[in-house]
């Protein structure tokens, strides 16, 4: 098992910068990713890192604003949002998993919310 606790969301204006941050415990697991879902709209992917390498993919909508990190130390993950928008408002899920390619997450954390609004 592994736990992911969420923090760092908030309320932003238009063209402001977060940091999400993904504390992770447990078991070991090969790859983290963050999730958004927005009122009234399915989760999507956003971005994730694959643990050891620090190899990252993003979602077309995010690249370029948004950067995906880890602290092997720390266990813990980075998301650093910048040029947000109000479309990036939704609450953001950590997710983690043992293997290295699945289109299944197995671990989720509780998600924080993300506010971008004038």
């Known amino acids: 098992q592994v736990q992911l606790v969420e923090s760092g969301g908030g309320l932003v204006q238009p063209g402001g910068t977060l940091r999400l941050s993904c504390a992770a415990s447990?078991?070991?697991?090969?790859?983290m990713g963050w999730f958004r879902q927005a009122p009234g709209k399915e989760r999507e992917f956003v971005a994730r890192?694959?643990?050891?390498?620090?190899?990252?993919y993003y979602a077309d909508s995010v690249k370029g604003r948004f950067t995906i990190s880890r602290d092997n130390a720390e266990n813990t993950g980075y998301l650093q949002m910048n040029s947000l928008k109000p479309d990036d408002t939704a609450v953001y899920y950590c997710?983690?998993?043992?293997?290295?390619?699945?289109?299944?997450?197995?671990?989720w954390g509780q998600g924080t919310q993300v506010t971008v609004s004038s």
């Open positions: 447990g078991s070991t697991f090969s790859r």
């Open positions: 890192v694959i643990w050891n390498s620090g190899s990252t």
């Open positions: 997710a983690a998993d043992p293997r290295a390619w699945s289109v299944t997450w197995a671990y």
